[in-house]
Nanobody
Framework: QVQLVESGGRLVQAGGSLRLSCAAS????????MGWFRQTPGKEREFVAA????????DYADSVKGRFTISRNSAENTVYLQMNSLKPEDTAIYYC??????????????????WGQGTQVTVSS
């Protein structure tokens, strides 16, 4: 199994920046890619960004394009989400995700093999 540990979430003012980290351990070779999702109370978990272990960025949600950047350090099995120009609507719990080897769509939760515990990001106006 793969274990995921996120960090970096906190309270930030609108227009500010944050970098989230996700450290993966265990059977990372059994996953095809890593990504980030986010969720607010009463809403479904939504896709944010995904990257494969070769460093190819697979996709971004339209709502974060141009503001968020996903990257990875393959030597340390760590994935990052750099978030700039944050908006109050970015407030959510952010979850790191490890994808299955065979994935139909990286934007859907069905392709996720393992979730991290989540880290809270709060953007104040």
């Amino acid at each position: 199994q793969v274990q995921l540990v996120e960090s970096g979430g906190r309270l930030v003012q609108a227009g500010g920046s944050l970098r989230l980290s996700c450290a993966a351990s265990g059977r990372t070779f059994s996953t095809s890619a890593m990504g980030w999702f986010r969720q607010t109370p009463g809403k479904e978990r939504e896709f944010v960004a995904a990257i494969n272990w070769s460093g190819d960025i697979l996709d971004y949600a339209d709502s974060v394009k141009g503001r968020f950047t996903i990257s990875r350090n393959s030597a340390e099995n760590t994935v990052y989400l750099q978030m700039n120009s944050l908006k109050p609507e970015d407030t959510a719990i952010y979850y790191c995700a490890a994808y299955r080897l065979l994935v139909g769509s990286y934007t859907l939760t069905g392709g996720v093999e393992r979730w991290g515990q989540g880290t809270q990001v709060t953007v104040s106006s």
